[in-house]
């Protein structure tokens, strides 16, 4: 009883932070071409010297959990806040005029700036960029633990702002990035990023509730304009924590959720499958498909009705890798695999054509 009473201590006690960047101009081009973008818990772009009092302040930011709550009360930052994003949304859509192909790169939650961008680079590694390409990483707030205890607790709350920044962050990015063919590579809960802006998510009912709650965010706050109509998207999914949920749409009533569409501009949704990842699979709980489901990147059957319904996903099986390190799974023979597939090359490798989805039997 000693040790239960000092393990629900520990996890009260335990310090969570925000994935925020520790730059005063954290969104930035570079004519390699390439672009950084990072936003908060709701999605918003984070403006030039936001760390100065007179913009936002770090300390009311990390107080407040958000650009907008920090901002509260002053419609002026709250403009500026606005006006930035734009600016730097159109740099980007000025950037990626002459670029034949975009790329964009995430990983999950429970990570920080600087580990984050040590993974995206190692992903952006592995892949063969040319000078037509244009690059984004995306940075999104999936929050930090201090100790590995308190990941559960903020898993919760990552959850409901991977879908935010998803629907709100990434998707604008997207539509910046225009009329091209878009790559996404994602890690671990970047999936459910990736979903939320490819389509509209459902979220929970409580999230839903809180945050529509915040007087500070506005009417309407948990919509979006959709996809922009253009050229194919391709994803490759690497470890993801997601599951059949993640695929809902939002119910209107008590019947039973059904699966939302997809602009047809999505082509291709690749993503692996590892039994012997511990996260995925919750510690072998048995859990994985619940509490946020996390079955579709751990076992084979989890996906089978998704596969069958849509067309444009496939799994790939990843051989004796354990753990959910990403080191381990951009060296696994499936990730080159569902790059290859979706019309890559690996470094040094001619592109190829996409290869078709082969589907499950239904």
């Not at 709550?69 to 419609?75: F, L, M, Q, S």
């Not at 390409?133 to 903020?154: C, K, N």
């Not at 009533?253 to 699979?281: K, Q, W």
């Not at 067309?311 to 023979?333: K, T």
Request: proline content about 6%; some cysteine.
């Amino acid at each position: 009883m000693r040790r239960l009473g000092f393990f629900v201590l520990l996890t009260l006690l335990t310090a969570c932070g925000h994935n925020y960047p520790v730059v005063d101009l954290p969104n930035s081009i570079s004519r390699a071409p390439s672009a950084r973008v990072y936003v908060d818990i709701n999605g918003t772009l984070y403006p030039r010297h936001w760390r100065s009092s007179e913009i936002v302040g770090e300390t009311s930011f990390l107080r407040s959990h958000s650009l907008y709550a920090a901002v509260a009360g002053d419609p002026s930052r709250r403009a500026r806040i606005d006006r930035e994003e734009d600016a730097y949304l159109a740099e980007i859509r000025t950037l990626a005029a002459d670029a034949e192909r975009a790329f964009v790169f995430l990983v999950g939650f429970n990570t920080d700036q600087q580990s984050t961008a040590v993974q995206l680079r190692a992903m952006q590694d592995v892949i063969g960029l040319t000078s037509r390409d244009i690059a984004v990483d995306f940075y999104w707030d999936g929050y930090s633990a201090a100790f590995g205890v308190d990941a559960a607790r903020i898993w919760f709350w990552g959850s409901g702002s991977s879908q935010v920044a998803g629907q709100r962050g990434l998707r604008r990015v997207l539509n910046a990035l225009g009329d091209r063919e878009i790559y996404i590579v994602s890690y671990s809960r970047g999936a459910s990023v990736v979903l939320s802006a490819l389509s509209d998510p459902s979220y929970s009912p409580r999230f839903k509730t809180n945050t529509e709650r915040l007087d500070y965010l506005g009417p309407g706050f948990l919509s979006a304009p959709p996809l922009a109509d253009g050229k194919a998207i391709r994803v490759v999914m690497m470890a993801p924590a997601i599951g059949e949920p993640d695929f809902w749409a939002d119910r209107t009533g008590e019947e039973p959720h059904a699966f939302r569409a997809f602009p047809d501009r999505v082509r291709s949704i690749r993503y692996s499958i590892n039994p012997n990842d511990y996260v995925l699979t919750k510690l072998g709980s048995g859990l994985a498909g619940h509490f946020n489901a996390t079955d579709l990147g751990a076992t084979a059957p989890a996906g089978r009705d998704l596969d069958c319904h849509y067309r444009i996903l496939q799994g790939y099986p990843v051989a004796n890798r354990f753990g959910h390190d990403i080191r381990s799974y951009i060296g696994d023979l499936s990730f080159a695999t569902m790059l290859r597939d979706s019309g890559l090359g690996l470094d040094g490798e001619p592109a190829r054509a996409p290869s078709p989805i082969s589907r499950r039997d239904c």
